[in-house]
């Protein structure tokens, strides 16, 4: 897909990350592009992530929480850390700031992307359709859901029938932190995208659809069957499944991606969002999407697809993962000296000021640039 100046590494980088969520499918793709792999792991992933041989390096910390006392260790290295959900789940929003490790994508975009407030700004201001949300309990004149904050895969959400339902099953959560959202009845399809900083291009690189326990199962049960049975669905994520669109709502997906990347440019100028992204839809029966969230960086529902997916296949002849994909892009950026373009400013200069080679390999070239 891109044009691609060919030749190995000019030295041998490392990639790095925590050893959870596509931690296996990004340096799966690093070592596919040439790079040395590490991973950053706790005790009980160690011999796990050892176990893999395209992972070189295992460092071993207590916890997931102890990953920025690293920081000087690995910014003595030739390397660059590629994050993931874990890095939001297990640092604070602080701490993954003032980190100035290098690091592949914009960390100002992380700002519009914690809150949900901003981030309904952001996918409004990109034009996309949000369900409608509302600020008080008695404004609710439809099936919604209610969402706790900081609620993680779906846990504690609760769908609620109308208003009379809110007051009896959900006002005890006056003291928490939610939001009451339309409920959209639909598919929820994952959008995977990843847009290119250095060819102003944005590509779809997989889809999924989350399977959720329980509410993906209740149509297993006759609704007569479940009449006087007191269930309430629930939205656990499980696992994901893969889906492909109707080609039909293809450029509509795309357009999406595209308009959140300008969009973000205008929120956090001047790079906004780069690399990988999700948009979070619902599709409804009249072929309608709405956005529920957006992650702005690689999600778990790639992992389904670490041997590439049918849209990937679309643009390259071998199998590219978004983890690859990523590693790519950083490849291309080091072979047109073009690095600054694709890691989080908080890392500029950080490699030519005095970062030593990475020792803890010899220099082994990458396979090249292929040509696609
Ligand atoms: P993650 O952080 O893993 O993406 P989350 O906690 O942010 O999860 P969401 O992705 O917002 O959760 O939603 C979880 C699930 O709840 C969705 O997959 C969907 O099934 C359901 N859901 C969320 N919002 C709506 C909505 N407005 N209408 C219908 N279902 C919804």
Redesign the pocket.
């Known amino acids: 897909m891109m044009s691609k100046a060919a030749g190995p590494l000019p030295s041998l980088f490392t990639i790095a990350t925590l050893g959870s969520h596509s931690a296996l499918q990004i340096l799966k793709g690093a070592k596919d592009e040439g790079f040395h792999t590490l991973a950053v792991v706790t005790p009980h992933n160690e011999r796990l992530y050892k176990s893999f041989a395209f992972v070189d390096e295992v460092i071993v910390i207590p916890r997931y929480g102890d990953f920025p006392k690293l920081e000087s260790e690995l910014n003595r290295r030739k390397l660059i850390l590629v994050p993931h959900g874990s890095f939001v789940a297990y640092l604070s929003l602080d701490e993954h700031k003032r980190m100035r490790t290098p690091y592949f994508g914009n960390k100002a975009v992380l700002d519009w992307e914690a809150d949900r407030m901003r981030q309904r700004e952001w996918l409004t201001r990109a034009g996309l359709r949000m369900?409608r949300q509302f600020t008080k309990a008695d404004e609710i004149d439809r099936p919604v859901?209610v969402?706790l904050y900081g609620?993680?895969?779906?846990k504690g959400?609760l769908f609620v029938k109308n208003a009379d339902d809110f007051a009896a099953r959900a006002s005890h959560l006056v003291e928490q932190r939610y939001i009451i959202?339309?409920?959209?009845l639909g598919v929820?399809v994952y959008i995977h995208y990843f847009y290119s900083p250095l060819t102003g291009k944005l590509e779809i690189m997989s889809m999924d659809r989350?399977y959720?326990s329980n509410?993906d199962s209740l149509g297993r049960i006759p609704l007569a069957s479940q009449e006087g049975w007191d269930i309430s669905p629930s939205?656990v994520?499980i696992g994901n499944q893969p889906i492909s669109l109707r080609e039909s709502l293809l450029a509509e997906a795309f357009e999406m991606g595209e308009a959140v990347v300008r969009t973000s440019r205008e929120l956090c100028p001047p790079r906004g969002l780069f690399g990988a992204f999700c948009l979070?839809t619902?599709v409804t029966p009249e072929s309608q999407f709405f956005l529920?969230?957006i992650?702005a960086r690689i999600v778990a529902g790639t992992n389904l697809f670490i041997d590439g997916s049918p849209y990937s296949y679309l643009n390259y002849d071998e199998p590219m993962s978004t983890g690859r994909r990523i590693a790519r892009e950083i490849k291309n950026a080091l072979l047109s000296n073009s690095l600054d373009l694709v890691l989080d400013q908080s890392s500029r200069l950080r490699l030519d000021a005095g970062a030593t080679p990475d020792t803890a390999a010899v220099a082994v070239p990458g396979p090249g640039v292929p040509t696609n």
């Open positions: 369900p859901i969402k609620a993680h895969g779906g959400y959202q339309e409920y959209v929820p989350r959720e509410v939205y994520v979070e619902i529920m969230e992650s």
